[in-house]
């Protein structure tokens, strides 16, 4: 089992920058490939990104590429997510994901282990 928890959600102004952690236990954590995904009001999950266990690969949405940095710390078993020049149709309850099957996750379907979420708003 592992457990999934996310911090650093909050309100913040389009163009403003925030920074999201999700803290993991339970397993050895390099053995999962984590992912971020978000879920606005209204809408289904989306992906957001992933990055592999060891942090070679990596990959975005192309809503957020450019804006948003994934990166882990395997030494402290966190992910997280670098969220610049955020716009308003970035506010959405953030996911923390963790996959122990594949080399990326790129999409919601079967995922072992989800966070509980943190949101996200940001204001025009």
């Not at 397993?27 to 990104?49: D, L, S, T």
């Not at 996750?105 to 979420?117: A, E, Q, T």
């Amino acid at each position: 089992q592992v457990q999934l928890v996310e911090s650093g959600g909050g309100l913040v102004q389009a163009g403003g920058s925030l920074r999201l952690s999700c803290a993991a236990s339970g397993r050895p954590f390099m053995n999962y490939v984590m992912g971020w995904f978000r879920q606005a009001p209204g809408k289904e999950r989306e992906f957001v990104a992933t990055i592999s266990g060891d942090g070679g690969t990596i990959f975005y949405a192309d809503s957020v590429k450019g804006r948003f940095t994934i990166s882990r710390d395997n030494a402290r078993d966190t992910v997280s997510l670098q969220m610049n020049s955020l716009k308003p149709e970035d506010t959405a309850v953030y996911y923390c994901a963790a996959d122990s099957r594949r080399a990326i996750i790129l999409n919601v379907d079967g995922i072992d282990y989800w966070g509980k979420g943190t949101l996200v708003t940001v204001s025009s």
